[in-house]
């Protein structure tokens, strides 16, 4: 870019920003621009930040639940995965490492639901990002089966 420039009492070459018209050294222009009250502008309204989440969690198994793509389910046990919410903003990223054990500790259990002892405390894995997350969610049938002696026999039934 082209600038008008001329020459100060003490010598030196400026020219005026292009943005807000302020006098400024030519080098600091042709290099960056614009003025350096532009540049410090810009930089106040500039947001940059890695952010990062961690959350320690103390997970037990809670039942014998299965989370699956079904309509009509046949047991008791079974959670349709179209009627469980998922609160993505509680979803906590894991490493393949903690995705890994996640897997091996459900499966072990038999179930897809874990908690951290609170009423509504209910986790699972959930899919998403290069590995899994661990995420908050809630069900009817979860807090029933801590309510309801039958529905807890029904679904702990082997």
């Known amino acids: 870019m082209e600038y008008k420039t001329?020459?100060?009492?003490?010598?030196?070459?400026?020219?005026?920003?292009?943005?807000?018209?302020?006098?400024?050294?030519?080098?600091?222009?042709?290099?960056?621009?614009?003025c350096?009250?532009?540049?410090?502008?810009?930089?106040?309204?500039?947001?940059?930040?890695?952010?990062?989440?961690?959350?320690?969690?103390?997970l037990k198994p809670y039942g014998r639940f299965n989370i699956k793509w079904v309509?009509?389910?046949?047991?008791p046990r079974t959670i349709p995965y179209h009627e469980v919410t998922i609160n993505w903003d509680t979803a906590y990223p894991m490493t393949e490492e903690q995705e890994k054990e996640?897997?091996?500790?459900?499966?072990?259990?038999?179930?897809?639901?874990?908690?951290d002892g609170g009423y509504l405390g209910f986790y699972t894995r959930v899919s998403g990002g290069e590995f899994g997350s661990i995420a908050?969610?809630?069900?009817?049938?979860?807090?029933?089966?801590r309510e309801?002696?039958?529905?807890?026999?029904?679904?702990?039934d082997i």
């Open 36 to 58: 350096e009250i532009c540049q410090m502008e810009e930089k106040r309204m500039t947001f940059e930040a890695t952010l990062v989440k961690t959350q320690t969690f103390k």
């Open 136 to 145: 908050h969610i809630a069900h009817p049938h979860l807090v029933k089966y």
């Open 6 to 34: 001329y020459q100060t009492e003490d010598g030196h070459t400026k020219a005026d920003c292009p943005i807000c018209e302020a006098s400024e050294h030519i080098q600091i222009l042709e290099e960056h621009g614009k």
């Open 102 to 115: 996640v897997i091996k500790f459900m499966k072990k259990y038999k179930t897809d639901i874990l908690t």
């Open 71 to 75: 309509h009509n389910p046949k047991s």
């Open 148 to 156: 309801d002696e039958g529905f807890k026999l029904a679904v702990d």
